[in-house]
């Protein structure tokens, strides 16, 4: 089974989803949205449309960027 890495990012004013399929180096997707809703729908649809189990790694990385920047 392949690796497959989905984000959620925004500006304030554009919402990105960016999906990738085989991990560094993989196939690349995005879609902008102007709205948070449905930049959400995809990322939904992009979950439900892959097998496996998926985590969210947005805390992690929260606490490294923090992490970083104090040291």
């Given at each position: 089974?392949?690796?497959?890495?989905?984000?959620?990012?925004?500006?304030?004013?554009l919402?990105?989803?960016?999906?990738?399929?085989?991990?560094?180096?993989?196939?690349?997707?995005?879609?902008?949205f102007?709205?948070?809703?449905?930049?959400?729908?995809?990322?939904?649809?992009?979950?439900k449309?892959?097998?496996?189990?998926?985590?969210?790694?947005?805390?992690?990385?929260?606490?490294e960027?923090?992490?970083?920047?104090?040291?």
């Amino acid at each position: 089974m392949a690796r497959r890495d989905i984000w959620l990012v925004s500006d304030g004013e554009l919402w990105r989803v960016r999906g990738r399929l085989g991990g560094d180096g993989g196939q690349e997707v995005s879609y902008d949205f102007t709205d948070e809703a449905s930049a959400c729908a995809v990322v939904e649809r992009m979950m439900k449309t892959s097998a496996g189990t998926w985590r969210d790694l947005t805390e992690a990385i929260r606490q490294e960027s923090n992490r970083r920047r104090t040291h």
